[in-house]
């Protein structure tokens, strides 16, 4: 993969999330025990719900874009398009992914996992965090042709909290690429979203991407 490619604006495909649903039914003179398996179906239906799979954003719900987004199917593992500042440092967990794109050079990506407890959760979302705050520093030292810039855009208040980063590239033929990242988390659900496209910082959309930061971590569960 060449340098261009791996630190340029993140890329993409296209469908939908998961969705899952139980119900209960009973019919009239049933047996004795039919109340007790209306409660335990109940129940059931309660525990799959609080363990359903997390949610992913859709399309509407990306920094808007003059032609529209379309988005991918979610799909196992954990994104390539996030690699240049994560693909090393991310710890072993069944990562679930969507990407997004543009018909112009804009694209995005969301990665989601479901760890064992909020203290994992936490652990994994500091990981991140730290990851991107270094990685600026890392392209620099892999690629010489690179000059790299990170900032640090702050928090938001939801849900345990999400921060916002962000990643202007240059490369030494002129080529710029500016990126926007942000790590947040519900309980033990981690989410990371990136946006990218051609430019620096002042083309990226940082409002819009703070609202979207934020409904990625509300629509986890």
């Known amino acids: ?53 997390p949610r992913f954003l859709a399309a509407s719900e990306l920094p808007p874009h003059p032609t529209g987004w379309t988005a991918g199917p979610v799909t196992d593992g954990f ?21 997004f794109h543009t018909e112009l050079d804009t694209s995005a990506v969301q990665v989601t996992v479901v760890t064992g407890a909020a203290a994992k959760g936490k652990a994994l979302a500091d990981r991140l965090n730290k990851e991107i705050r270094t990685c600026a520093a890392r392209l620099e030292r892999l690629y010489p042709e690179i000059e790299a810039e990170g900032r640090f855009f702050g928090t938001l208040p939801v849900e345990e909290g999400a921060t916002v980063h962000g990643l202007h590239t240059e490369t030494s033929y002129g080529a710029t690429d500016v990126n926007l990242l942000s790590v947040g988390r519900d309980g033990r659900t981690v989410t990371v979203v990136g946006w990218g496209q051609m430019g620096d910082f002042d083309d990226a959309p940082l409002a819009a991407f703070r609202k979207t930061a934020k409904k990625a971590v509300t629509k986890l569960h």
């Not at 939908?16 to 649903?21: K, R, S």
């Not at 994104?79 to 992914?97: F, S, T």
Request: net charge positive; proline share 4%.
């Open 79 to 99: 994104p390539e398009q996030l690699a240049y500042c994560l693909g090393e440092g991310v710890p072993a967990y069944d990562y679930r992914h969507r990407l």
């Open 1 to 53: 993969m060449s340098v261009r490619t791996r630190v340029a604006a993140l890329a993409a495909l296209t469908a939908t999330a998961l969705a899952v649903g139980a119900a209960a039914t009973t019919q009239a003179g049933a047996a004795p025990g039919a109340t007790v398996q209306k409660n335990a179906a109940a129940d059931g239906a309660s525990a799959q719900k609080r363990t359903a799979a």
